[in-house]
């Protein structure tokens, strides 16, 4: 087809739909690109990301340690990366005059701190390149017509385009896409991803804004096991250890009825005889004092009293009277540390979907869908999402250049 005649149509104004309608014109100048937002709002999400700062990438550059950030999508996006990974997010904005800095969990913010700079940045780009933004426009239905897709608007005559880029979002519901389970595509049933523990009754909520780094904490019955910060709140767990958790196990947590123990490693200790070796040192080095009044371990000491307590260790003895029943109860609350969680509680507002378009159905290397040529899909729509600390932007990012550029290497 000849270029200057390609209308290509962008479902969803959010990340994903931007960056596919830039890309799409860097790689098709002629094309007309038109970006299709339902709602009165571009780039909501973007607004409100980060606390409204916008954690915008992730300072890690091998693809390969890339990709093992996302529960679902980690082979698939091994591949997407080759084309558009983190060092292109940050050149991308760094070289439109958006100042970036990372911080020390490798987590990049645009250095004002602000969303508003990526938003502007992204729409001064879709302007300069002459790129249709339609709000108000719901896309309720697409219908394959020989020269391309038709798209049904509520309330307004349908548009038929050459091309379709869909970047809808995530959907928490099985029935936002029907539509695209009616054109044929298998979808992932979407549950949440991304939520911290809730752990109702227990007194170690007391301990509210305690954090213990690392950690590692496992759900006894699963593979599930996942290490680094964890932060005590008024409602149970959170902190990345827990979010990733939830993340890694969103489907079979959802299988649990969010009803399931997790046992804590306090010390991020390798095994229990790793943990033995260390209160057998304690013992050595401390002999006469008394445990309340050490704590060789160097955690926080309201969790430590906290803990000898729930494990009914007498604070009062010295480091040379414990016992082989006290030192086995020790071990049991340094390293395996159970709690009943129940429930979840979204984080920070950052709900993300696990689910969507299965990758089974769509090219990766050109985010063409198997099923219907010339349609395209981006962002978190599909079957891929991250763990906390810009993976969900980076996936939009990656997936949306790779729909802009419509096929073309
Ligand atoms: C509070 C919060 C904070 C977050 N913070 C971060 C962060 O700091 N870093 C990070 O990496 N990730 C973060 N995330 C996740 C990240 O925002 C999403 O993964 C990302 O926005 C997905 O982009 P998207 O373009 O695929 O979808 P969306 O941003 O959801 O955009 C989809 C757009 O499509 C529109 N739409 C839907 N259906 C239709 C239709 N039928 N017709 C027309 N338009 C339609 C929607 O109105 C929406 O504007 C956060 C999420 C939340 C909720």
Known sequence: MNEKQLKVGIIGGGAAGFFAAIS??????????IILEKSSKILSKVKISGGGRCNVTNATYSISELSKNYPRGEKQLKKAFSQFMTTHTKEWFESRGVKLVTQKDKCIFPEAQDSQVIIDCLI??????????KIHTHIEDIIAKEQGYELAIRGQKPIVFNKIILASGGQPKMSGLQWLQDLGHKI?????????????????????????????VKIPGTKLEDDGPLLITHWGMSGPAILKLSAWGARVLKEKNYQFKILVNWLNQK???AVRVLIQTAISDLGGKMIKNTNPFDLPNRLWIFLLSKYDINEELRWNEL????????????????????????FKEEFVTCGGVSLSDVNIKTMESKICPGMYFSGELLDIDG??????????????????KLGNS
């Open 188 to 216: 992932e049933p979407p549950v949440p991803s991304l939520f911290t523990f809730n752990i109702p009754k227990n007194p170690i909520t007391e301990l509210m804004g305690i954090v213990v780094n690392p950690v590692s």
């Open 24 to 33: 799409c014109k860097q790689h098709h100048p002629y094309a007309d690109v």
């Open 124 to 133: 001064n780009e879709v302007n300069k390149f002459g790129i249709t933004i």
């Open 271 to 273: 095994n229990e005889e």
């Open 387 to 404: 763990i906390t600390g810009g993976f969900n932007f980076q996936a939009a990012w990656t997936t949306g250049f790779i729909a802009g």
């Open 323 to 346: 016992g082989k029943k006290a030192r086995n109860k020790m071990v049991q609350l340094l390293y395996i540390d159970e709690y009943e969680v129940s429930g979840k509680t979204t």
